[in-house]
């Protein structure tokens, strides 16, 4: 054998050591994650800190952000066609979206900060809902005001 074949050989050697030990590598860590995951399914492993424990304000805020979103879009069509009525409606709803997209994440995480915040979201909507009534003639709005008008009420029942 030559010189050459003898190094090509070794380099062929070397790069399947150097493949097997990367794929041994990643056995083994697919394993260790394994093994967390299957240690955290364990029995006596509490669960019930994975999910939001106020469910009912959790669907309510996320109810209130979507209708939110959607007066806001009936105002910026409004503002598009010339018609400023709705800016101060529009004004409202932004700071109450602003707002309860901060507090949707602390109820769904189970927060220490979920009680005091919902305090200010609950101001915010009832600001929201005031000005959203002025423009009850308007889908839009009408139901961004009963949607917050909802989530004071979950609000009120689970964080007093």
Request: hydrophobic fraction near 30%.
């Amino acid at each position: 054998m030559s010189d050459l074949e003898t190094m090509d050989n070794k380099q062929t050697t070397n790069n399947s050591i150097s493949r097997r030990e990367v794929l041994i590598g990643m056995g083994a860590a697919a394993s260790l994650a394994y093994a967390g995951s299957a240690t955290a399914a364990m029995p006596g492993h509490d669960h019930s800190k994975h999910r939001t424990q106020h469910e009912d304000v959790h669907e309510a805020v996320l109810d209130c952000l979507e209708k939110g979103e959607r007066c806001i879009a009936h105002c910026m069509t409004s503002f598009i066609e010339g018609d400023t009525e709705l800016a101060k409606c529009a004004s409202k709803v932004t700071e109450m979206i602003a707002i309860c997209n901060g507090f949707t994440y602390l109820v769904a995480s189970n927060s220490e900060y979920a009680k005091a915040y919902s305090k200010i979201c609950a101001q915010a909507c009832k600001d929201c809902e005031k000005e959203c009534r002025e423009h009850d003639e308007h889908h839009e709005c009408r139901a961004c005001a009963e949607a917050c008008e909802d989530l004071v009420k979950e609000i009120s029942k689970s964080y007093s």
